[in-house]
């Protein structure tokens, strides 16, 4: 079992940047993937939207379109943590923000189901 603690949300004005980490502990070897997925005020945690991905060792990114261009994601494997920087904040990037780590199979990093472990979330307001 992976155990994820995220950090980093917070209150900021449409336009300025944040940036969230998730430090991993526990069994991190058979991590393949790690996440951010967000829930937006209001939704379920089945309907939580992806956002980012990297692969633990090859360091391969993914992005949904609605982010890429101002998201990136990084990690730093030393320290067990990966990181969101997040520019360009509009309010339709408000929710809470999840960090997942996922080890190999079926699903790919995009999708939920892929991830076996969850952090407790941390919020991101982004006011007009």
């Known amino acids: 079992q992976v155990q994820l603690v995220e950090s980093g949300g917070g209150l900021v004005q449409a336009g300025g940047s944040l940036r969230l980490s998730c430090v991993a502990s526990?069994?991190?070897?058979?991590?393949?993937?790690m996440g951010w997925f967000r829930q937006a005020p209001g939704k379920e945690r089945e309907e939580r939207e992806f956002?980012?991905?990297?692969?633990?060792?090859?360091?391969?990114?993914f992005y949904a379109d609605s982010v890429k261009g101002r998201f990136t994601i990084s990690s730093d494997m030393a320290k067990n943590t990966v990181y969101l920087q997040m520019n360009s904040l509009n309010p339709e990037d408000t929710g809470d923000y999840y960090c997942?780590?996922?080890?190999?199979?079926?699903?790919?990093?995009?999708?939920?189901?892929?991830?076996?472990?969850w952090g407790q979330g941390t919020q991101v307001t982004v006011s007009s």
């Open positions: 997942g780590s996922a080890p190999a199979g079926i699903w790919g990093p995009r999708h939920p189901r892929a991830y076996r472990s």
């Open positions: 526990g069994r991190t070897a058979s991590t393949f993937a």
């Open positions: 956002v980012a991905a990297i692969t633990w060792t090859g360091g391969t990114t």
